[in-house]
């Protein structure tokens, strides 16, 4: 990194020359992939030299210890909307003692930047990326809400929506009256040809609330690419001029004092025509280059990419042994699978899955709802290799937590149902998928402890898990799905908003009392790991094979302990029992606690028991 020098600034010759002089690497991804556009390369780095000149003595001062929080056991994120959680930046300043006290020292804050007027995606229609929403606050006031978090020692990531601009962002507005340099930032067309000539190969994201991956402009007698929604324009990264645009705010952005910048949807950055444009080669480049400019700009901030794809694809914004990518990315394959699992009571989902060491000095995060729906991202070989049929399975699993089935515990909705196929994903609260919706409608005392027990099951598999666990807010008061959204017109059309609403934490005092313990035990569980993790790390994590099925056996190697942690859930609502020489053939003998309620278990003793929806983490005694 440069700038390591915290107390002198230098002048700003001498900045562009230590970026210069770090920067072959950056300079050769961007001439092979833009070839000819040394000019171009040239205005990047004198934007870099104005980024590296503007940031904040204070930030460099951070930026010494690099990213180095991200791969701290003791890290703890909690993702929500500013509106929906306190409706503004103010109203969230006043909650600050809410998330100190849940133990909570990573905040993802949802769309905060500018959105479109209207209908927006959830603020994923971005209109001016240097100006926070006016309907939650200023720059201004943000900056100061991060000042604040990090007083207390919680580290901030907000979203950067680099596939598309909205609509009305300044360049569309610019587009659309004309000006062809700025039709040039995004795929524009003259007739529908070069369309249908993509489309041949192109999936669809949204195929029931916005088919099709083009847009008609019938003011303009033109079409534009719109992978997402007809008001979400794909940015096109094949002119350099966009790339220079967006790596500018991606510094603006750092320079705001975030620890963290999750870059949106980024398997879509690169098309070409006739193939999938998604996962491209230079989707991969784009990315290496927003590292490098970052390790060079804001070494302490990290990127988070959103890759929601299958498992091996995801590893590979890890980057490679020439580069690396992203900082961070989310485990999406692990919170199916948890899913998967808590629907079939069968640990094989997760215990069968391969193992996919986060690369480049990485971390992954690991959660179980967020504000988007469940996609069924399984993996079909799996699935089969388990002796069921893979489409029957997943219809299963959508059915399932539809809760048509008799047997289901659980309340959600439909997402993207397609009737031709059959194919749909899933929306709703963790809780109400868990079963406490149905519980609480039916007042039935066995099946609300069941749901207690299954959303705290749930909650322990991703915050007892090497990685960063990730809480979606209103998830720690067992929150139930709101239906409101079907009034609205912007939303009604759209499930996701089911499990998106007001953030109710009225539901400690008042309401059922099960919410109250669902936030205590979750409370607690985070505190216990922090605990746990005090002074030692996860330096490995391995799953190991246990003879019943209702049961997932995992492990966590420590520093300064020769005996791993042991950790058995039972992913049923029935007792189950262990054959203690599941344990024993990983010559693991003797007493051993659980850390969480002290309970003793003799491994020389045949069996052992654990109760529904029961978990373990056990420490070796003697
Ligand atoms: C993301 O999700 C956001 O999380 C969504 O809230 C947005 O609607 C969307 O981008 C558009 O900005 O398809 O169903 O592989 O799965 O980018 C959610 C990545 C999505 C995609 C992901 C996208």
Known sequence: MVGGDSTGKGTKKEIKQQILAESAQLESLYLNLYKGSEVEFEALIELMTDALWQRRAALKKLDLEETKWVNSAKTIGMMLYVDLF??????????????????????????????????????????????????????????????????????????????????????????????????????????????????????????????????????????????????????????????????????????????????????????????????????????????????????????????????????????????????????????????????????????????????????????????????????????????????????????FYYG??????????????????????????LASLAGLEKALATNDQYMKELSFKRIELIHALFILKRGIPMLYAGDELGQLNNYSYKSDVHKAHDSRWLHRGAHELRLLTSGNKIHRLVYERIKSLIAFRKHLLISTEILEERLFHIGNDRILGRCWKVDRSEQPYIQLFNFSEDRQWLHTSDLKRNSWHGVWVDQLTGKEFNFEEDTILLGPYEYFLLKYKK
């Open 404 to 429: 048509i089935l008799k047997d289901s515990f659980s309340t959600g909705e439909l997402y993207e149902y397609d009737p031709v196929t059959g194919d749909a994903r899933n929306s709703g609260t």
């Open 86 to 399: 306190a409706e503004t930046i103010e109203g969230l300043t006043e909650k600050l003692d809410y998330l100190e006290a849940l133990g909570i020292t990573l905040i993802h804050l949802m769309p905060v930047l500018e959105k479109r007027v209207g209908e927006n995606d959830g603020g994923y229609a971005v209109k001016n990326y240097r100006e926070i929403d006016p309907q939650i606050g200023d720059m201004a006031q943000f900056n100061q809400l991060v000042s604040q978090l990090h007083k207390r020692g919680i580290r901030v990531c907000i979203d950067y929506v680099i596939n598309h601009t909205a609509n009305d962002h300044e360049w569309a507005l610019k587009a659309i009256g004309g000006d062809v340099t700025y039709q040039s930032y995004y795929w524009f067309f003259d007739n529908e040809e070069t369309p249908r000539r993509f489309e041949k190969t192109l999936n669809q994201v949204f195929p029931n609330v916005a088919p099709g991956n083009f847009t008609y402009l019938s003011g303009m007698d033109k079409w534009v690419m719109t992978t997402f929604y007809p008001f979400q324009w794909d940015l096109n990264y094949q002119n350099p001029i966009v790339l220079n645009e967006m790596i500018d705010i991606l510094l603006f952005l750092a320079n705001q004092g975030v620890d963290m910048i999750r870059l949106d949807a980024i398997p879509y950055i690169w098309k070409a025509i006739g193939t999938s444009s998604r996962n491209m080669q230079e989707a991969h480049i784009i990315l290496k280059i927003f590292r490098e400019v970052i390790s060079i700009c804001a070494p302490s901030v990290a990127l988070l990419g959103e890759a929601i794809v299958s498992p091996e694809t995801i590893l590979t914004y890890f980057g490679d042994a020439s580069s690396p990518e992203c900082h961070v990315l989310y485990n999406a394959s692990y919170m199916v699978e948890i899913w998967n699992a808590i629907a079939t009571r069968d640990a094989r989902h997760i215990a069968l899955m391969p193992h996919f060491e986060s690369l480049n000095g990485g971390n992954w995060i690991n959660y179980a709802r967020c504000h988007d729906d469940i996609g069924w991202g399984l993996d079909e070989n799996r699935i089969r290799q388990l002796g069921f049929d893979f489409y029957a399975h997943k219809n299963y699993l959508i059915d």
